[in-house]
C-alpha cells in the first residue's frame, strides 16, 4: 500500500500516531482515512510488541482497535517502523474527559464503555495475554461512540517475566492504575488489568483519579499506599449501588479473589438494560463465594500463573509488601508523571 502522512493526532512515549491516507486503494482493502503508529528505532520493539501481540489477537473482537498493517519508511534520514490501525475520530477516552473540565460521564454511558472495555479485556486474558498498560489514554472512542482498547506495546504472555539486565525491576504502566500486586511482588497478570479497569471506571465516572494524591507530590507515596495497608481506591459516593459493587469486585487486594473480565461481564451494572440510569432498586444477586464456587472463566484461579521477577534480584527474599516499596522508595527516583509508562527502579 503507498500512503501519506497526514497530521499529527497524538504522542506516546514511544511513538507519534498520525492520520494516514492511502494513494492506491483501488479495492477498498483500507478505509479512506487510517491512524499510523510511527517510531523510530528507540521506539521499534515496543511497536514489534503491539504488532505481534495485534497479530495473534486478530481483527474479530470489537473491543479492541483493527491493525491494519505495516510498513518501513525513511523520513528525514531515519528508519521509521509503522503500524497502521483504524482511526479513531473523537481521540482516547482521556483527551475526551479533559474537555468536559474535570466532570465525569453519565452513568449509563460508563456502563456501556465498561462493557466493550471487558470484552475487550475478555478476549486479550483468553487469548493469554495480560495488557499491562490499560488507562483512559489507551481507550479510543470512535465516531459512533464505540469504545475500544488500544495501545499493547507492554502487553505480554501471562506467567512471562521482564526483568532488567542488571536486576532492577521494571514498573509498568502507569502508577495510579497499578495494582498492589504489581507494586508488591512485580506482577502484571490478568488481575492487575482488572484492577486497573476499576480505576479507568472511577475516572470516567467522576472526572478524576481513582486515587487522590495532592499535586507534585512524589509517587512513591502513592505506591506504598497502593501496596501496602488497607487502603483502596475511592470508589465514588454518588455511583449507584451496582456501580459500587461491581467496583469493589475490581478492587479486591488479593488478585486471586478479585473477579476476572469473564466474571464482571456478568455483573449487574454491565449486563442489565444499558438505557436505565437509575438502577438503585435492582436486587444484585452475584455473591463473590457464590462465583468462586463455579468459576465461569477460562482462567481457573489456581492455574493462572502470575509473572514474577526471576533476575535474582533482592526482591525475592523480601518477606513483607513494605519491604519491597520500602526498597523501590529508596532506589533512584524517577520523575514522578501521571501519565506516561515506563519508571525503571533500580
Ligand atoms: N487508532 C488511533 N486513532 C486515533 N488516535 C489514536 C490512535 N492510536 C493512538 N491515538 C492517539 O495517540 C495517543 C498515543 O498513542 P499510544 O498510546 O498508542 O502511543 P504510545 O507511544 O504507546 O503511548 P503511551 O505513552 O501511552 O504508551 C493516544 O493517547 C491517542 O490520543
Request: net charge negative.
Given at each position: 500500500m503507498e500512503w501519506v502522512r497526514g497530521e499529527t493526532i497524538g504522542h506516546g512515549t514511544f511513538s507519534t500516531v498520525s492520520l494516514a491516507t492511502p494513494t492506491n486503494n483501488a479495492y477498498g482493502a483500507f478505509p479512506q482515512v487510517m491512524a499510523v503508529k510511527s517510531a523510530d528505532s528507540h521506539g521499534a520493539a515496543s511497536l514489534a510488541n503491539e504488532k505481534w501481540v495485534l497479530d495473534i489477537l486478530?481483527?474479530?473482537?470489537?473491543?479492541l482497535v483493527r491493525c491494519l498493517g505495516e510498513d518501513r519508511t525513511v523520513e528525514n534520514g531515519e528508519e521509521m517502523h509503522n503500524l497502521f490501525l483504524e482511526y479513531a475520530s473523537r481521540g482516547s477516552l482521556a483527551s475526551h474527559l479533559k474537555k468536559l473540565n474535570g466532570e465525569g460521564l453519565p452513568e449509563s454511558t460508563v456502563r456501556r464503555h465498561t462493557g466493550s472495555v471487558l470484552r475487550g479485556l475478555r478476549h486479550i486474558h483468553a487469548k493469554g495475554f495480560a495488557h499491562c498498560d490499560l488507562k483512559l489514554g489507551n481507550i479510543l472512542l470512535f465516531g459512533d461512540g464505540a469504545v475500544k482498547i488500544a495501545d499493547f506495546g507492554l502487553a505480554k504472555r501471562a506467567g512471562e517475566v521482564t526483568a532488567l539486565m542488571d536486576g532492577g525491576v521494571q514498573i509498568r504502566g502507569t502508577p495510579l492504575y497499578m495494582a498492589p500486586e504489581s507494586v508488591n511482588d512485580n506482577e502484571y497478570g490478568s488481575e492487575a488489568d482488572v484492577w486497573a479497569l476499576g480505576c479507568a471506571v472511577v475516572e470516567m465516572f467522576s472526572g478524576k483519579t481513582a486515587w487522590s494524591f495532592k499535586e507534585g507530590s512524589h509517587f512513591m507515596s502513592l505506591l506504598i499506599r497502593i501496596g501496602v495497608g488497607d487502603e483502596l481506591p475511592r470508589i465514588p459516593e454518588d455511583l449507584s449501588e451496582q456501580g459500587r459493587d461491581f467496583l469493589s469486585k475490581c478492587f479486591v487486594k488479593d488478585p486471586k479473589k478479585r473477579w476476572t473480565a469473564e466474571m464482571l461481564l456478568n455483573h449487574p451494572f454491565v449486563a442489565v438494560d444499558l438505557d436505565q440510569d437509575d438502577l438503585e432498586g435492582v436486587d444484585i444477586q452475584l455473591k463473590t463465594e457464590e462465583v468462586f464456587a463455579s468459576p465461569r472463566c477460562p482462567f481457573e484461579f489456581s492455574s493462572w500463573v502470575s509473572a514474577s521477577c526471576d533476575s535474582g534480584t533482592q526482591y525475592h527474599t523480601l518477606e513483607a509488601p513494605e519491604e519491597r516499596v520500602a526498597t523501590l522508595a529508596a532506589g533512584s527516583i524517577p520523575d514522578w508523571s501521571v501519565t506516561n509508562n515506563w519508571v525503571i527502579v533500580r
Open positions: 486478530g481483527n474479530d473482537c470489537d473491543g
